[in-house]
């Protein structure tokens, strides 16, 4: 036994002393033509060139390191000089002097050519003078935005975004020079790929319920960020030289994406995110609430009876149906608003050769609201194809097509949350005070009674004002609104240089093209009897419907002449524009009372 250990003692002593031989110290110095270099890298390579050790020469040029295995090689680098590499060996001083890296050029030529913008007019890059600022989308890259709006905000100076409302698909406010305006409409102009980019007026401000603009469909819900490759905003009146009166309150002018020559390449991203209400008003809750009615009715006239309300009863003998539905503390904040959640789908095949290129975008986008029921499905995709038949003509086409399933809350179901009672309940409860038992439906209040004082069966009259408002939840999942719309935008373009083909030639170009748009959309919404708290119509079940389509032509042609001056101080632009848009539509409403259930 102590042989065994005397012998696994001995070669424990032989392993040492071959590592120790292995690892040992170097030292060295690194200079150049003028002495020492300060903070020259020195690093230990082996035979995969993986570092294993490294350190720095100190201010004199001066290193000291301990090296793992003498068959490594010993590698020094520094900027500006060439790299220095040796097998270390059994060498333990190394003196290395670098040698210059640097390079000379005989000579070197500069040439330049004139950056010009679009949006019309050619005007070199620095010369610009009017007052425009650009947006490129790349630097968004990963975030996710619903809207070319939402991506705006904050992004331009001056350009005032405001939300009409916080429903799904709602629009925005775009204020870019004010609220003042000639043509009665102060929203800056929209453009995509050089077309005027709007929906039909009558589609677009008209409110199915309230007749004004604050649920008004937004146009850029049309465009999916994805397809965007930079943004270009005119603030000033020189938006009005290329696009008329219509450009008076600015210019936003969208450029898309287009196909680039090389390999076919798919790409596919998915984005996720979330949302939820601000925190806000904070509300009494049930038993609060109830002594605050109290001795409101009471105080007055220090009225016990003006305060004697079923609804606001402490005692479950005097009725017990009215008992178990007005006891309960409510969150009704709580119970409309969820987290509001929203998935972004989107694919795009893009690729081609020396004489065409092309790019397909598809998107998805699925979105749930902050308040409950309310969902939006939006489909979009995208064509864009470049056919180049020489240097002088190039076809282009474009073709554009969106689909969104809006389903809303036929109102205001928070603006309901907040003047909701807390102390009612949601469901309804059976008159069994001992056993209370949920019928299953939602509770609706009685009707109102006709007079002051209790009347068995009604609500009462003090109360008019919260039998009006409703059940929230009830409202939110038995009522609804629904808004679909289809959009079809096919274009196409030819342009073709008559005179020069390039930037610093003179050249007389012309281009041309035609669009088309198809629009349509539907809103339906339903209101249940069960809900229908309004005396004229109680037990009548309502509905409403609206149906608007249009067709748009639209044929431009361009024809711009940039000459070349011997003088470079001297520069002409000449833009000559032809367009003419016809179009036709039609709009159609109904509405019903009395309808029977099931229909809808």
Same mark, same amino acid.
């Given at each position: 036994?102590?042989?065994?250990?005397?012998? *696994?003692?001995?070669?424990?002593?032989?392993?040492?002393?071959?590592?120790?031989?292995?690892?040992?110290?170097?030292?060295?110095?690194?200079?150049?033509?003028?002495?020492?270099?300060?903070?020259?890298?020195?690093?230990?390579?082996?035979?995969?060139?993986?570092?294993? =050790?490294?350190?720095?020469?100190?201010?004199?040029?001066?290193?000291?390191?301990?090296?793992?295995? %003498?068959?490594?090689?010993?590698?020094?680098?520094?900027?500006?000089?060439?790299?220095?590499?040796?097998?270390?060996?059994?060498?333990?001083?190394?003196?290395?002097?670098?040698?210059?890296?640097?390079?000379?050029?005989?000579?070197?030529?500069?040439?330049?050519?004139?950056?010009?913008?679009?949006?019309?007019?050619?005007?070199?890059?620095?010369?610009?003078?009017?007052?425009?600022?650009?947006?490129?989308?790349?630097?968004?890259?990963?975030?996710?935005?619903?809207?070319?709006?939402?991506?705006?905000?904050?992004?331009?100076?001056?350009?005032?975004?405001?939300?009409?409302?916080?429903?799904?698909?709602?629009?925005?406010?775009?204020?870019?020079?004010?609220?003042?305006?000639?043509?009665?409409?102060?929203?800056?102009?929209?453009?995509?790929?050089?077309?005027?980019?709007?929906?039909?007026?009558?589609?677009?401000?008209?409110?199915?319920?309230? *007749?004004?603009?604050?649920?008004?469909?937004?146009?850029?819900?049309?465009?999916?960020?994805?397809?965007?490759?930079?943004?270009?905003?005119?603030?000033?009146?020189?938006?009005?030289?290329?696009?008329?009166?219509?450009?008076?309150?600015?210019?936003?002018?969208?450029?898309?994406?287009?196909?680039?020559?090389?390999?076919?390449?798919?790409?596919?991203?998915?984005?996720?995110?979330?949302?939820?209400?601000?925190?806000?008003?904070?509300?009494?809750?049930?038993?609060?609430?109830?002594?605050?009615?109290?001795?409101?009715?009471?105080? %007055?006239? /220090?009225?016990?009876?003006?305060?004697?309300?079923?609804?606001?009863?402490?005692?479950?003998?005097?009725?017990?149906?009215?008992?178990?539905?007005?006891?309960?503390?409510?969150?009704?904040?709580?119970?409309?608003? /969820?987290?509001?959640?929203?998935?972004?789908?989107?694919?795009?095949?893009?690729?081609?050769?020396?004489?065409?290129?092309?790019?397909?975008?598809?998107?998805?986008?699925?979105?749930?609201?902050?308040?409950?029921?309310?969902?939006?499905?939006?489909?979009?995709?995208?064509?864009?194809?470049?056919?180049?038949?020489?240097?002088?003509?190039?076809?282009?086409?474009?073709?554009?097509?969106?689909?969104?399933?809006?389903?809303?809350?036929?109102?205001?179901?928070?603006?309901?949350?907040?003047?909701?009672?807390?102390?009612?309940?949601?469901?309804?409860?059976?008159?069994?005070?001992?056993?209370?038992?949920?019928?299953?439906?939602?509770?609706?209040?009685?009707?109102?009674?006709?007079?002051?004082?209790?009347? %068995?069966?009604?609500?009462?009259?003090?109360?008019?004002?919260?039998?009006?408002?409703?059940?929230?939840?009830?409202?939110?999942?038995?009522?609804?609104?629904?808004?679909? =719309?289809?959009?079809?935008?096919?274009?196409?373009?030819?342009?073709?240089?008559? *005179?020069?083909?390039?930037?610093?030639?003179?050249?007389?170009?012309?281009?041309?093209?035609?669009?088309?748009?198809?629009?349509?959309?539907?809103?339906?919404?339903?209101?249940?009897?069960?809900?229908?708290?309004?005396?004229?119509?109680?037990?009548?079940?309502?509905?409403?419907?609206?149906?608007?389509?249009?067709?748009?032509?639209?044929?431009?042609?361009?024809?711009?002449?940039? %000459?070349?001056?011997?003088?470079?101080?001297?520069?002409? =632009?000449?833009?000559?524009?032809?367009?003419?848009?016809?179009?036709?539509?039609?709009?159609?409403?109904?509405?019903?009372?009395?309808?029977?259930?099931?229909?809808?």
């Amino acid at each position: 036994m102590n042989k065994i250990k005397i012998l *696994l003692l001995m070669i424990a002593c032989l392993i040492t002393g071959v590592t120790m031989a292995q690892q040992r110290r170097i030292s060295g110095t690194v200079s150049d033509d003028f002495g020492g270099i300060m903070m020259a890298n020195v690093t230990e390579v082996d035979a995969n060139n993986r570092i294993v =050790s490294a350190t720095t020469t100190d201010m004199n040029g001066n290193f000291t390191m301990t090296i793992k295995n %003498p068959k490594n090689k010993l590698k020094i680098t520094y900027m500006g000089f060439q790299n220095h590499v040796e097998v270390i060996g059994n060498k333990s001083v190394f003196k290395v002097k670098m040698k210059d890296a640097s390079r000379t050029l005989d000579n070197v030529t500069v040439t330049h050519k004139r950056k010009i913008i679009s949006n019309g007019l050619s005007i070199p890059e620095r010369e610009i003078s009017v007052a425009r600022q650009k947006f490129n989308m790349d630097e968004m890259q990963g975030l996710s935005f619903e809207s070319v709006d939402e991506a705006l905000q904050g992004k331009i100076a001056g350009l005032d975004i405001v939300a009409n409302s916080g429903n799904l698909g709602a629009g925005t406010t775009m204020r870019l020079r004010g609220t003042t305006t000639f043509n009665g409409n102060p929203e800056p102009l929209i453009v995509v790929d050089g077309h005027i980019f709007e929906l039909p007026d009558n589609a677009q401000n008209f409110d199915f319920e309230n *007749l004004d603009n604050e649920e008004q469909f937004s146009t850029l819900l049309q465009v999916n960020p994805e397809d965007i490759a930079e943004i270009e905003v005119l603030k000033d009146a020189s938006a009005t030289a290329i696009w008329g009166s219509k450009g008076a309150n600015g210019v936003l002018s969208i450029k898309t994406r287009r196909g680039s020559r090389g390999k076919t390449r798919v790409n596919f991203s998915y984005r996720f995110s979330g949302n939820w209400q601000g925190q806000g008003m904070r509300m009494l809750d049930g038993d609060g609430y109830t002594m605050m009615l109290k001795e409101a009715y009471f105080n %007055p006239n /220090q009225d016990p009876n003006a305060s004697n309300m079923l609804e606001l009863d402490y005692l479950r003998d005097r009725n017990g149906y009215i008992y178990n539905n007005y006891s309960r503390n409510t969150d009704w904040i709580d119970a409309v608003t /969820q987290f509001g959640q929203a998935h972004n789908y989107y694919v795009t095949l893009t690729g081609g050769g020396e004489k065409a290129t092309f790019r397909i975008g598809v998107g998805y986008d699925k979105e749930s609201g902050t308040i409950i029921k309310q969902n939006l499905d939006r489909f979009t995709t995208r064509l864009a194809l470049d056919y180049f038949v020489s240097d002088r003509i190039k076809f282009s086409s474009n073709f554009s097509l969106s689909f969104t399933d809006n389903h809303k809350n036929y109102d205001d179901i928070l603006a309901r949350a907040y003047k909701a009672m807390p102390n009612m309940s949601i469901y309804e409860y059976n008159g069994d005070v001992d056993n209370p038992q949920l019928t299953g439906n939602f509770f609706n209040m009685l009707p109102l009674a006709t007079a002051s004082g209790h009347q %068995p069966g009604y609500t009462s009259s003090s109360l008019r004002d919260m039998y009006e408002n409703g059940n929230p939840v009830a409202v939110a999942n038995l009522a609804w609104k629904r808004e679909q =719309s289809f959009n079809i935008t096919p274009q196409f373009s030819v342009e073709y240089k008559f *005179l020069g083909k390039e930037d610093d030639q003179t050249q007389l170009n012309y281009t041309g093209d035609v669009q088309m748009q198809i629009y349509n959309t539907s809103d339906n919404s339903y209101f249940p009897a069960a809900l229908t708290n309004n005396k004229w119509y109680d037990g009548i079940n309502s509905a409403s419907n609206r149906e608007y389509k249009s067709m748009q032509f639209t044929t431009r042609h361009d024809l711009a002449f940039y %000459p070349k001056f011997n003088n470079e101080d001297h520069a002409l =632009s000449a833009l000559f524009r032809f367009e003419l848009t016809s179009g036709t539509s039609n709009d159609q409403s109904l509405s019903s009372r009395g309808i029977p259930s099931g229909l809808t």
